[in-house]
């Protein structure tokens, strides 16, 4: 199989293959013992989490990794972050719903994925690149972005789930 990662912008038509991708993430998550971060449900068959997905695809920009074609990858760049997190208080672009398809976990789609956002955001006239993401299971996907670059800014919670903001300047 070809590995060469190709990224298109996205946009509104792309969110059965967005919903798709994020349905094959919790599968894979699920597969490790990783219930906490997205749950246990495909995202498709939560009609609040559809909604909430396809708002931000339609209101940001939203990016898919392909290889050969197909859709592997997806993050959506959005002006300002979800509402459980606070702006920045300077122009930002915040990396919302990465995810890649389980079956391509660990051939560079996330990382191509957070150097597109980095580059995007600098094309953009930004400095300032943000994501949160679930610091559960011992902090692997915290340290996962830090390894991409990222430094660690502050902790939250949406109930009982544990959360860590993360910034790149660009």
């Given at each position: 199989m070809d590995t060469k990662?190709?990224?298109?912008?996205?946009?509104?038509?792309?969110?059965?293959?967005v919903l798709a991708i994020l349905d094959s993430a919790v599968g894979w998550l699920n597969g490790e013992g990783i219930t906490a971060q997205w749950g246990t449900?495909?995202?498709s068959s939560r009609p609040k989490t559809v909604e909430l997905v396809e708002r931000v695809v339609t209101e940001g920009s939203p990016w898919i990794a392909e290889i050969d074609g197909v859709p592997v990858g997806t993050l959506t760049l959005t002006p300002r972050p979800g509402s459980y997190v606070a702006p920045a208080g300077e122009p930002e672009r915040y990396v919302r719903?990465?995810?890649?398809?389980?079956?391509?976990?660990?051939?560079?789609?996330?990382?191509?994925?957070?150097?597109?956002?980095?580059a995007e955001t600098r094309r953009l006239g930004v400095s300032l690149l943000r994501v949160d993401c679930f610091a559960g299971s011992e902090g692997r996907l915290v340290a996962y972005y830090e390894r991409q670059g990222f430094t660690k800014t502050e902790a939250f919670e949406v109930g009982d789930w544990p959360g860590?903001?993360?910034e790149r300047r660009v």
């Open positions: 990662i190709t990224i298109r912008q996205g946009g509104p038509e792309d969110l059965a293959a449900e495909p995202f719903f990465l995810a890649t398809d389980g079956r391509f976990h660990g051939h560079g789609v996330g990382a191509a994925l957070l150097a597109h956002a980095a860590q903001i993360l």
